[in-house]
């Protein structure tokens, strides 16, 4: 791989892992385009960048829940504070993908990543996009929450939206575009939805990231190039996802979700046009081993 290569990873990755159009769908096709295998760690691994955005972009979120779960620690007591409240609710709304990625991760990637796959999973929930965006127009008030400390967050809705991100681990689902959805479901307006989404995807995305970098550890530090790669595309993944993120909320002020809902089912046909013709997956496509800590080399697969 390329420096440039490592670069354009990285703006793909920022740009697409926080707009609700399928980071996975994206990342397989410019895989593919270069070369590359459209498996492994090394795109696991930047999403660490975007992670990085995350904490960034919410400090000052991020930093009043961690004081109020310290004062619940000190105090033996859970949800003394809406703050610790909502700590304890991203924690509950993380467990059900955190459970089904960790026992079925690996068979998840071993049945549905092909770009045939891929489309047909992002028309889906793009349609249930538009549904959730119906529903919510359908809605004569909703709830808005401006610091996401609202007391009427309950942990049924925590949970329910947590089962929305557990169908992001279909790839070409969109983790954003399926806990947004979920939120819209639940009576969030667009814009909290979406602040929720992305606290909501701190526990996953960081556990997800560790365990790759961990598990491919050896790939992934083969050579200096490799690992400056992994810099490269790590760091340009965060400033990019930053931006996004910044984009992304303000244009749900204004906007519903429908113009993501068009692309993603123009997305979705595309893959599974290219799929059928043989452009895309006929090369690169690497099943994953049946050893889930086995790693798979970044290098172009033997046709």
């Known amino acids: 791989m390329q420096w440039w290569q490592a670069i354009i990873l990285g703006v793909v990755q920022g740009l697409t892992e926080f707009l609700p159009i399928s980071s996975t769908a994206h990342l397989v096709v410019v895989l593919d385009l270069f070369g590359q295998p459209t498996q492994g760690p090394f795109t696991t691994v930047i999403q660490m960048g975007t992670l990085v955005a995350v904490f960034v972009y919410f400090r000052k979120d991020i930093w009043h829940i961690l004081k109020a779960v310290w004062g ?50 992002a028309i889906v929930f793009a349609l249930l996009m538009l549904a959730a965006e119906i529903w919510h127009r359908t809605r004569k008030e909703d709830r808005h929450l401006p610091e996401l400390t609202d007391p009427d967050l309950t942990w049924k809705e925590a949970i329910w939206i947590g089962l929305w991100q557990m169908c992001a681990l279909l790839p070409g689902a969109s983790r954003s575009g399926c806990t947004i ?53 790590t760091a340009v993944s965060g400033v990019v996802g930053y931006l996004s993120i910044a984009w992304l909320i303000g244009f749900l002020k204004r906007y519903s979700m429908t113009v993501f809902v068009a692309y993603r089912i123009v997305l979705g046909v595309a893959l599974i046009a290219l799929s059928v013709s043989g452009v895309l997956g006929a090369k690169t496509l690497i099943t994953p081993p049946t050893d889930p800590h086995a790693t798979v080399p970044l290098q172009p697969a033997t046709p």
């Open 72 to 121: 619940d620690v000190r105090a033996r007591k859970f949800g003394t504070t809406t703050d610790s409240r909502l700590a304890w609710l991203i924690v509950l709304g993380s467990i059900p993908a955190g459970v089904v990625g960790a026992a079925l991760g690996s068979k998840i990637k071993a049945k549905f990543y092909d770009s045939m796959s891929i489309g047909v999973v």
């Open 181 to 233: 959805s979920g939120a819209l479901f639940a009576g969030l307006n667009r814009t909290t939805a979406a602040r929720f989404s992305f606290l909501l995807s701190l526990p996953v995305m960081l556990a997800a990231g560790l365990k790759e970098l961990f598990d491919g550890r050896k790939e992934l530090l083969a050579s200096q190039d490799q690992l400056v790669n992994l810099l490269i595309a």
